[in-house]
């Protein structure tokens, strides 16, 4: 075994994988070090679930190749498959089974020895709060239940490498933040995990993450490199009629009647100006021209700005 | 290969089975049903046909001559209607069959001559009158021997003699053909559905996916999945077997290895037909179209239902195609016959090639499009 302390947990080299005539993942590279909490962000489509399936070995490659807790995924699968716990995106465990014999026959599978298995799962299930549950049919249990179960199936084994494709999906705000109080402990640990995410507040709790975009990882870094990404100084602008604001704005993008302004986007009632320089003065004088009121203020790049700001900007060049 | 992972997969699919109380009761269900379809309404004999007889002779060859269709089982004789009544009475269906004795029978036949009888049959159920006719030719027949050899005549009878013997099921009770073409549809239904939906169900699921990040192997999986269901199948064709031998009086003249082998080789093909339909299906709907798609045609075209002898010349050959037509032959063979293994083998080498095929194909696809 040549793995070292420096080794990475997981890494791809010009990882690709075709459907029909659409390119899913298109060429990766990607290095993760061991303990980190690595988060893989896009849109619908981007190529994140096959990008993981392709890492948990229930995908072939059709180019490339990974190796995942030291060992390939193309050449040496039956050595990868105990190391790694894997959540795909649909909740895949037998609904007619109870939460009991769901853990117990996945465990068993996977050769846990009989004296930890109990305790184990007691704890496990404890920990996630469904120790009340034990003997429920898993298709009975709520949405988030059903997740942290799955969770705590893909951890019987105690795997160093965890892959789990959108695991919140669909899971009500106060699960969503039980479940990765879970992962913090997990990562405490020294467990290393892969997580796919459309939530950018989750972005926000990992380690290091990765936009990926049409198969391709666009940007990758820690969160606050992420951020420093965006060039120039952002800005919120709260406007009587803010869509309004956003047409006279949108029109002065690249016109020498407002200088430096990159980029305007609108959420909710609020919005998002990146300027080059740190004065608004510009802002303020067109849109007093348009006869809106407005108040303007400096804001803080947060992930989905960033990521917004970063995919237009991205286009543009 | 790991027995203790077969046999855990084993046990979860007993215990998922235990928890779908509708699954199960269909299966114990499915075979009884069938049973009382196939052995009370398709399998009804041509029996009791209303009968009128026209006796325009009078003599006492006429009367012995009544008197022996009145002695079969099949014929009732229930009018003696004039000549002029006959058709009135086939058109209200009071009668379906009619004989029709001659004026001058008698004192022809002490003449050494032919004497015609008149049989009429309404053809409007086919059935009805191709078996009422062969019944009355055969009694007509019998009693012209009888009156030879009472007459110590040994004559060469003018023209052709026909003398039909059917071998082997005396009767013609089509039951006895019925259950054990019906033991071999039945274990070609339940294995295909089964499997068939078992596996496009685990897929839809994903609990296939989670199952290949586990250790287990594809042919440790296809094992511990089939065997549960396999041993269903059994338990289903026993009950079959018996209450066709037991209740309808099926005639069991064969030897079990004989039947037990041939089961056995039609259960690997229909394992194979059922995962390959459960391969290319993507939804759990779509392997049951499939599966009906692929049943049709073999009730049709096996001979399960209707001989395969009767179908025209050019669909015969299709015949050949589809596995349970061996199966069936087998089957009937062992019970009706009593055939081994010698007079069943080109039946035996087909569904042995056909099983090595199928299943041989199934397990290749399987081992490439499980884990897509």
């Known amino acids: 075994m040549t793995t070292t302390a420096t080794a990475p947990a997981i890494e791809a080299t010009g990882l690709s994988r075709r459907f029909g005539d659409v390119q899913a993942v298109d060429g990766v590279d990607l290095r993760i070090a061991k303990g980190a909490v690595f988060g893989l962000l896009g849109p619908d489509g981007a190529g994140k679930s096959t990008l993981i399936r392709m890492l948990a070995t229930v995908l072939g490659p059709d180019d490339g190749d990974a190796r995942v807790a030291g060992h390939s995924v193309r050449r040496a699968s039956e050595k990868v498959t105990p190391l790694i716990g894997y959540m795909s995106q649909q909740f895949s465990l037998y609904p007619d089974l109870t939460v009991a014999e769901n853990i117990d026959f996945f465990a068993k599978l996977r050769g846990v020895p009989k004296d930890v298995r109990r305790t184990r799962m007691m704890k496990l299930l404890e920990g996630m709060g469904l120790a009340e549950f034990v003997d429920r049919q898993a298709g009975k249990l709520s949405g988030g239940m059903k997740q942290k179960l799955f969770l705590a199936s893909t951890l019987m084994h105690e795997p160093d490498v965890l892959l789990l494709d959108e695991p919140t999906t669909g899971v009500d705000p106060v699960s969503r933040r039980e479940f990765w109080r879970i992962l913090a402990g997990l990562h405490r640990q020294g467990t290393t995990v892969l997580v796919a995410t459309p939530y950018m507040d989750e972005a926000e709790r990992c380690t290091e993450v990765a936009f990926l975009e049409s198969g391709r990882i666009r940007h990758q870094g820690s969160p606050a490199q992420i951020k420093a990404l965006v060039p120039g100084r952002l800005f919120e602008v709260t406007a009587d009629d803010p869509r309004a604001a956003l047409a006279a704005l949108q029109a002065s993008v690249d016109r020498p009647s407002l200088p430096g302004l990159l980029s305007v986007h609108l959420y909710g009632d609020v919005l998002r100006v990146l300027l080059e320089t740190d004065d608004p003065a510009s802002v303020h004088a067109a849109l007093q021209a348009a006869g809106i009121g407005a108040e303007v203020r400096p804001a803080a790049v947060d992930m989905e700005t960033a990521f917004a700001f970063l995919a237009e900007l991205g286009t543009a060049a | ?372």
Do not use: C
Request: aromatic letters at 8%; a neutral charge; glycine letters at 8%.
């Open chain 2, 1 to 372: 290969m790991s027995g203790h992972r077969i046999r855990l997969l084993m046990w979860k699919e007993f215990l998922q089975l235990r928890r779908d109380p509708l699954l199960l009761r269909l299966l114990f269900l499915m075979p009884i049903l069938q049973l009382l379809l196939f052995g009370y309404v398709v399998a009804a004999d041509v029996k009791n046909l209303s009968t009128a007889v026209v006796d325009l002779d009078r003599t006492s060859t006429s009367r012995a001559l009544e008197a022996s269709f009145g002695a079969s089982d099949y014929f009732v004789i229930t009018q003696h209607p004039g000549e002029t009544d006959l058709k009135h009475l086939m058109d209200t269906g009071a009668i379906s069959i009619a004989i029709v004795i001659p004026e001058g029978t008698q004192a022809a036949l002490d003449q050494g001559q032919t004497a015609p009888i008149g049989v009429v049959v309404d053809g409007s159920d086919s059935q009805v009158a191709s078996v009422g006719s062969g019944y009355a030719s055969q009694i007509i027949a019998r009693f012209n021997a009888d009156r030879m050899a009472s007459q110590g005549i040994s004559v060469q009878a003018p023209g052709v003699d026909a003398r039909v013997r059917v071998m082997f099921n005396p009767t013609l009770a089509s039951v006895n053909t019925m259950i054990p073409g019906l033991v071999a549809a039945i274990v070609m239904i339940s294995i295909m559905a089964v499997m068939g939906q078992a596996v496009v169900k685990e897929r839809e699921r994903g609990t296939l996916e989670q199952m290949f990040v586990t250790p287990i192997k594809p042919v440790e999986y296809l094992i511990g999945k089939v065997t549960p269901y396999a041993i269903a199948a059994t338990v289903q064709l026993l009950v079959v077997a018996l209450v066709g031998i037991y209740w309808f009086g099926v005639p069991f003249a064969g030897q079990l290895s004989v039947v037990a082998a041939g089961l056995g080789l039609f259960m690997l093909t229909s394992i194979g037909m059922g995962l390959l339909i459960s391969l290319v299906s993507h939804t759990r709907q779509q392997a049951q179209q499939l599966m009906m798609l692929l049943l049709l045609p073999s009730f049709v075209l096996s001979g399960f239902i209707f001989p395969i002898d009767s179908m025209p010349a050019a669909i015969q050959p299709l015949s050949w195609f589809i596995p349970l037509t061996w199966a069936i032959q087998i089957l009937r063979g062992a019970f009706i016959k009593g055939s081994g293994f010698e007079a069943l083998s080109t039946q035996f080498w087909v569904l042995g090639l056909f099983a090595v095929v199928i299943f041989g194909a199934a397990i290749a696809a399987t081992r490439r499009r499980l884990t897509e």
